[in-house]
């Protein structure tokens, strides 16, 4: 067991926490600990108190002082530590949130950066991963868009996590649907009807939140491929109605440098050309008075005149083309194919998810 301790996160590349040792060679002395060199994890647990709380050393160092059984790490944490790499563990504001503990009673004391939930657990759902004991990753979502603080973020929690295919949307479905008393299950429900298998990133969500409020009953799909008539490829806009020909393009940091703004100008170019409507926003587009309705709203208005000949453009992918919208079709991917066609899909901002 000391041996398994000692390498929790190991894999996360997080540096394990070390219970005090006389020798020093596993751990701090005694002396050592009380020292400034050092900083507490947890009880009798310690790590140098150089190392950064990133994201995974903040899970790590609540693992090792779990109980071997009755208690998990879950949500936002459990769902970065089985692969979710647009978890960062942080709210709104950049601001650290607690990695949250499921368990079935009073099992951890509580202490800063925790946060348990006394709740059931469903058999079988909680394993070691890299040595913290981790819910499965649909109880880890449940969790999370249960326990969201808003519905928005509840919507980001889990298209995030099928955007990293940690889990299918028939699987949370399934789990929703079977724990109808839980905490907080009227909003998972709720989540049901609004996630989006493939949202590349936090704020593509937050758009496509803030387009079906300004223009409810839009049929919207995220970064599907658009064509020309002849099949060849023109962009592959962030969100599109397809039946009124309008698309949004999120323009975030990473979209700020000349080069890939050049390159950006050059795709709505030739989204326009072929007859689509294309609407561009910003952070500050997004929330309840921001300018992204109106935009919305006059782009419709613009389409409704268009001659049904103005249209050059299609959904339909020529026969060599491989669509991943969808969580099965990616996983259904060799690890070659996913390098090839999901390349484009790599998180870059981590500082506005928890």
């Known amino acids: 067991m000391r041996e398994q301790r000692d390498t929790v996160g190991v894999a996360h590349g997080a540096v394990a926490p070390r219970r005090i040792d006389p020798t020093g060679e596993r751990g701090p002395t005694k002396s050592q600990a009380a020292g400034r060199h050092w900083r507490r994890t947890g009880k009798g647990l310690y790590v140098p108190a150089a190392v950064v709380l990133t994201p995974e050393q903040r899970i790590a160092e609540v693992g090792a002082g779990l109980p071997a059984r009755g208690a998990a790490v879950t949500g936002w944490a459990a769902l970065r530590w089985r692969g979710g790499s647009w978890f960062g563990g942080l709210d709104a504001g950049g601001d650290p949130v607690p990695v949250p503990v499921a368990q079935r009673a009073r099992l951890t004391r509580p202490r800063p950066g925790l946060r348990l939930c006394e709740e059931r657990r469903d058999p079988g759902s909680t394993e070691q991963v890299d040595g913290v004991p981790t819910t499965a990753a649909v109880q880890a979502l449940a969790w999370a868009v249960r326990y969201a603080p808003t519905l928005a973020e509840a919507v980001v929690a889990a298209d995030m996590a099928l955007f990293d295919d940690l889990l299918s949307p028939h699987e949370l479905a399934e789990w929703v649907w079977s724990h109808p008393s839980w905490t907080g299950i009227a909003q998972a429900r709720t989540v049901l009807g609004l996630l989006e298998e493939n949202s590349w990133s936090p704020q593509e969500t937050r758009m496509r939140l803030a387009w079906v409020?300004?223009?409810?009953?839009?049929?919207?799909?995220?970064?599907?491929?658009?064509?020309?008539?002849?099949?060849?490829?023109?962009?592959?806009?962030?969100?599109?109605?397809p039946a009124a020909g309008v698309c949004a393009e999120y323009a975030g940091d990473v979209h700020l440098t000349r080069e890939r703004r050049s390159e950006d100008l050059r795709r709505i170019d030739r989204l326009r050309a072929a007859g689509l409507r294309v609407v561009d926003a910003v952070a500050g587009d997004l929330g309840p008075r921001g300018p992204l309705g109106a935009r919305l709203r006059s782009a419709y208005a613009d389409a409704v005149g268009a001659p049904a000949s103005a249209r050059a453009w299609t959904l339909e992918p020529p026969p060599s083309w491989c669509l991943t919208h969808t969580v099965a079709r990616r996983l259904a991917l060799t690890p070659g194919e996913r390098a090839v066609f999901l390349r484009y899909r790599r998180p870059v901002d981590l500082r506005r998810t928890g």
């Open 213 to 241: 409020d300004a223009v409810p009953g839009a049929g919207l799909v995220a970064n599907r491929p658009v064509f020309d008539l002849h099949g060849r490829h023109l962009g592959t806009p962030d969100l599109l109605d």
